[in-house]
């Protein structure tokens, strides 16, 4: 019922930049949150970066001071501009999306993933 919709995934030196986006679309549902998770092999998923809609933000501490999270709530996009991008930041980059039924209740939804890597 919501359809999340990512891109901006690629491929980087150290030191370089990407930019992410993620747009979630749907029926039925207000849009309380959007973030960025990624997944190492073997690791749990891990919060990268997430914005609410009251403009509040999160960061993990590997990122913060060289990830920035965004959003536009009317269109119900985020942006994540990712700088200083590090080898240690290679995954894969996962959007979640928490969206809010009219009768109150919260479902989570993901997108597919798209990978970043970045060489040493």
């Known amino acids: 019922q919501v359809q999340v919709v990512e891109s901006g995934g690629g491929l980087v030196r150290a030191g370089g930049s990407l930019t992410l986006s993620c747009a979630a679309s749907g029926d039925g549902f207000s849009i309380d949150a959007m973030g960025w998770y990624r997944q190492a092999p073997g690791k749990q998923r891990e919060l990268v970066a997430r914005?609410?809609?009251?403009?509040?933000?999160n960061y993990a501490d590997s990122v913060k001071g060289r990830f920035t999270i965004s959003g536009d709530n009317a269109k119900n996009t985020v942006i994540l501009q990712m700088d200083s991008l590090e080898p240690e930041d290679t995954d894969v980059y996962y959007c979640k999306v928490l969206a809010k039924s009219s009768a109150g209740y919260t479902f989570q939804y993901w997108g597919q993933g798209t990978q970043v890597t970045v060489a040493s």
């Open positions: 914005f609410t809609r009251g403009g509040s933000t």
